[in-house]
């Protein structure tokens, strides 16, 4: 059986690709990919923690698909946001998005 | 009605008729003039039945109409008024009476009611015309109705109820009331005329010189009542009173008190009855309408000021025991002596034919001030009441005259010409028949025309007094005054009514109505009749024909009857000498003269009054305004009192600033006020750089403040 340390590693991957993701795409839609990946990567912890505890308790499960629609709400908000903002704005770069600086 | 009750009411129709005008009918001329007509009536018909009742009873003297009652309590004792109707005061209320009567009767012809309103009179102004077409078409211009009709009749009835309060007053303080009174009605109706600026200064002049009188006599009123308790003739004037009076010393000049008391109230009689040094408000006073002359200067108020010495006779003659004057007496005599002359020098060069009679008026008060100073009782009061009567008379005539010019000028129209003035007349017997023998019958009782006038009796009275009780230099004086006063007369009548008109207006002067020469008619009856009443008992040939009723009645005012004179000739030939004389010279010097520069008295020194006006805004008025204007108002107002002033000013001023410039504006407004909201302002400037507004930057800043924080967390609290 595969150790568990593969799993983590692999989610810290994910999570850093999707850091890395969040903190450098200038394209806001990439950025909320970005934080998908990151909360992918939870997920993957998740499971893995639930498959190597104690089977009977769900919660590692249930808690990812938490999680997945969370997610998917996230996602239906920010992309509606991210359109409002390129019909205002007709950009949807991030770091032109600076209203509130003085 | 008893006499007391009667004598009480005596005073009030004339106030009541005032009030009435002023109040509700001052709208109506015809109503106004009634009232103050019909209640002038009244109280004549008053003082005409107490007179009589007077008259008719026995031993008068010793119980006259007496009744006061208590008015102002005064710890113990009470200030008592009440009305006092003695010998004297009757045969002054008669005369009163008629005069006001005359005067009221006269003034409705005077202001020409029954007129139409002038085309551009106004109130404040004499009438000055009113033009009328007549049934031909033709244009006239007549003589308009006074603007100030009503007003003037309630004017006089208050100044009537002030005389009639002071004739029937016992007492000195409702005497003093009624003299107020007067003094204000004098000043109303002689600057009646208010938008004349003459007037309104002669008004003013004649109140503010009386009321230097009338304080003295306010000091003399006080002093009298602290040293007696009361002010009530009748319990002044008992023995011991009188003689305590007259014995204590008050300190002053080494007179009595009952003398400094005197003097006192004299000057108030100096200040009223236009006395030397006081006289000069009186010529001016000719400003007003004349039947306000006659009022002031014949009837009431320059006689109140005689009554008022008559009244205080006994305190004057408290330690006189018959011969040697006292100190009160003498001052007295030589005022009225001196004054008697010095006025009738003036009025020998004035050609205003008012001015005249008033410097007459002043002189023939001198006359009685003099018979008074020299113990000469009935003569002062017999030449007060037949002055009273021809002088009104003659007042009343020269308005007359003024009225009949006025009448002239309207007809040419030319109003340069002033119907006062001598000079412009001429001629006047034939125009104005009525007025010249009236006003004839007045100027020769004034001059003392032997046996037939009334002012030759009472002058002659005064003359004889002098001489008989040996007053050398009164008589003299006297003699010499009376025979300027019989010159300044005829030449008066002279240039008034003889020869020709000198002017048109002259030519075209008319009689005046009715209702003015009906008062000239009567009082002339008086100027003549008056003086038989008090023919002297042992006068040659007419002596005790008529018994002397006058020295009887009236002497029973005083507790000692006085005695009857012994006749001489001397002054009864000095009498006769002055008068005819007089009379004589003035007609003389005057029936062939046309022009004022013919007139050879015309000196400049006594054109000018002895320049008294002039002396007298030289050392009164002058530095009366210095003191005021510079003195008070500049060095010690703008420069004592707004220099102290001005010192605070700067002193606050430079505090202020102090506080300001060292304290609020460096403490509070900048390091307090300025300084926190500039701090908090670096602070914010400061830290605005890291607000970029990226949300990147900020997830990595806060990424990295993770990893220090879960460093230091982990290895330094956890390792």
């Given amino acids: 059986m595969i150790p568990l340390s593969w799993y983590l590693i692999l989610a810290a991957g994910l999570f850093s690709v999707g850091l890395f993701g969040v903190l450098a795409r200038r394209n806001a839609v990439a950025i909320l990919l970005g934080v998908e990946l990151m909360l992918n990567a939870v997920n993957i912890n998740l499971v893995a923690f639930w498959r190597y505890g104690d089977i009977s308790m769900m919660a590692g499960q249930v808690f990812t698909i938490i999680v997945f629609a969370v997610a998917a709400a996230e996602v239906a908000v920010g992309l509606a946001l991210v359109i409002s903002v390129y019909r205002r704005r007709n950009t949807v770069v991030a770091e032109e998005l600076d209203l509130l600086k003085w | ?719």
């Fill in chain 2, 1 to 719: 009605m008893t006499t007391e009750t009667l004598i009480w009411l005596i005073p009030l129709p004339p106030l009541v008729a005032f009030a009435l005008i002023v109040l509700f009918t001052n709208k109506n001329k015809a109503l106004s003039h009634s009232i103050a007509v019909g209640a002038a009536f009244l109280s004549w018909l008053g003082a005409m039945i107490v007179f009589f009742r007077a008259v008719t009873t026995e031993h008068f003297g010793e119980h006259p109409f007496h009744s006061s009652i208590n008015w102002l309590p005064t710890g113990e004792t009470w200030l008592k008024v009440g009305v006092l109707i003695d010998p004297t005061s009757a045969a002054v209320l008669f005369f009163v009476a008629w005069t006001i009567l005359m005067i009221f009767l006269y003034s409705v012809g005077y202001h020409n009611f029954g007129q139409p309103a002038g085309d551009h009179d106004h109130k404040g102004l004499p009438p000055h015309g009113a033009t009328v077409t007549d049934a031909h078409g033709h244009k006239h211009t007549v003589l308009s109705v006074e603007p100030m009709y009503s007003r003037f009749f309630a004017f006089i009835g208050l100044f009537a109820f002030g005389m009639y309060t002071l004739v029937v007053s016992d007492n000195l303080l409702t005497l003093f009331v009624g003299w107020e009174i007067m003094g204000l009605c004098s000043y109303l109706l002689i600057g009646f005329w208010f938008a004349k600026p003459s007037a309104r200064a002669a008004g003013i002049k004649a109140f503010m010189t009386t009321r230097i009188g009338d304080v003295f006599m306010l000091l003399g009123i006080a002093f009298l009542y602290s040293a007696t308790g009361t002010l009530t003739f009748r319990e002044i004037f008992t023995e011991e009173t009188l003689h305590v009076l007259g014995t204590v010393p008050s300190g002053v000049f080494g007179l009595s008190a009952a003398g400094l008391i005197s003097i006192l109230l004299f000057i108030g009689t100096v200040g009223k009855s236009a006395q030397f040094p006081l006289h000069v408000w009186l010529p001016d006073a000719m400003e007003g309408p004349t039947p306000v002359s006659a009022m002031i200067h014949a009837a009431t108020m320059v006689s109140a000021g005689v009554y008022a010495v008559i009244r205080m006779f006994p305190l004057l003659t408290a330690d006189f025991h018959g011969h040697e004057l006292t100190t009160a007496m003498s001052v007295v005599a030589f005022i009225g002596a001196f004054t008697a002359i010095f006025a009738a020098t003036i009025a020998v060069a004035q050609n205003d034919i008012k001015r005249v009679l008033a410097y007459s008026t002043i002189s023939q008060l001198g006359f009685m001030i003099a018979a008074l100073g020299i113990g000469a009782y009935v003569a002062a009061v017999f030449h007060l009441i037949t002055h009273a009567f021809f002088k009104a008379l003659l007042f009343l005539g020269s308005g007359s005259v003024i009225h009949g010019m006025e009448h002239g000028v309207l007809h040419t129209g030319n109003h340069s010409v002033d119907p006062q003035d001598m000079y412009n007349m001429g001629g006047l017997r034939k125009k104005m028949p009525i007025t010249f023998w009236t006003f004839l019958i007045g100027g020769f009782a004034l001059s003392g025309f032997p046996i037939l006038t009334a002012g030759f009796w009472s002058k002659d009275e005064i003359l004889a007094d002098a001489f008989g009780h040996g007053h050398w230099a009164v008589f003299l004086t006297l003699a010499l005054a009376a025979f300027l006063t019989a010159f300044y007369t005829m030449r008066q009548i002279t240039l008034t009514f003889l020869g020709e008109p000198r002017t048109k207006e002259a030519e075209h002067a008319h009689e005046t109505p009715w209702t003015m020469t009906t008062p000239l008619v009567i009082l002339s009856f008086f100027a003549i009749t008056y003086g038989w009443v008090g023919i002297p008992e042992h006068f040659p040939l007419l002596g005790g024909i008529v018994p002397n009723w006058f020295h009887e009645f009236v002497g029973g005012t005083l507790a000692e009857h006085p005695e009857a004179l012994e006749f001489s000739w001397i002054p009864l030939l000095t009498s006769l000498g002055v008068a005819l004389g007089g009379l004589f010279f003035g007609w003389l010097a005057y029936r062939n003269v046309t022009a004022v520069e013919q007139d050879k008295l015309q000196f400049p020194v006594l054109k000018n009054k002895y320049y008294f006006d002039e002396a007298y805004d030289f050392l009164f008025i002058k530095p009366a305004f210095w003191l005021s204007e510079v003195f008070v108002s500049k060095w010690m107002d703008k420069g004592l009192i707004d220099g102290i002033l001005h010192i605070f000013g700067p002193i606050t001023g430079g505090v202020g600033f102090a506080i300001r410039n060292y304290f609020d504006v460096p403490i509070v407004n900048e390091f307090l006020g300025d300084g926190s909201a500039n701090s908090v302002y670096a602070l914010g400037k400061n830290l605005r750089p890291i607000q970029t507004g990226r949300i990147q930057q900020y997830l990595i800043l806060s990424m990295v403040v993770l990893f220090v924080v879960g460093g230091l967390v982990y290895f330094l609290l956890l390792a």
